[in-house]
């Protein structure tokens, strides 16, 4: 019913910026919330940002202050703005969406569609 492409990953330098995108097709008007997540090779997937459908956002502490989640919804797009990156952002991201109502959206067992992901490399 809902699928997600996420694009905009590459490589960077350190101190380097990437915009990721997070397209949606398919019956979207109801979601609760658009997250997106990262794993590193050898490390669980880990909650790096969340917006709610009322437009409220969340950062995990290892990004806030740097990455900027935002979406429009003309577009159908929820984008990740990430901003002086680190080697320790290299992971695969990946854009997840949930219809359920919940008190934790940080968990990736919140949500019920998930794009492919993007590799974000950041390196000298």
């Known amino acids: 019913q809902v699928q997600l492409v996420e694009s905009g990953g590459g490589l960077v330098q350190p101190g380097g910026s990437l915009r990721l995108s997070c397209a949606a097709s398919?019956?979207?008007?109801?979601?609760?919330?658009i997250g997106w997540f990262r794993q590193a090779p050898g490390k669980e997937r880990e909650g790096v940002s969340y917006i709610i459908s009322d437009g409220h956002t969340y950062y995990a502490d290892s990004v806030k202050g740097r990455f900027t989640i935002s979406r429009d919804n003309a577009k159908n797009t929820v984008y990740l703005q990430m901003n002086s990156l680190k080697p320790e952002d290299t992971a695969v991201y990946y854009c997840?969406?949930?219809?359920?109502?919940?008190?934790?959206?940080?968990?990736?067992?919140?949500?019920?569609?998930w794009g492919q992901g993007t590799q974000v490399t950041v390196s000298s």
């Open positions: 997840a969406s949930s219809y359920s109502g919940s008190y934790n959206y940080i968990d990736p067992n919140e949500y019920d569609y």
């Open positions: 398919g019956f979207t008007f109801h979601y609760y919330a």
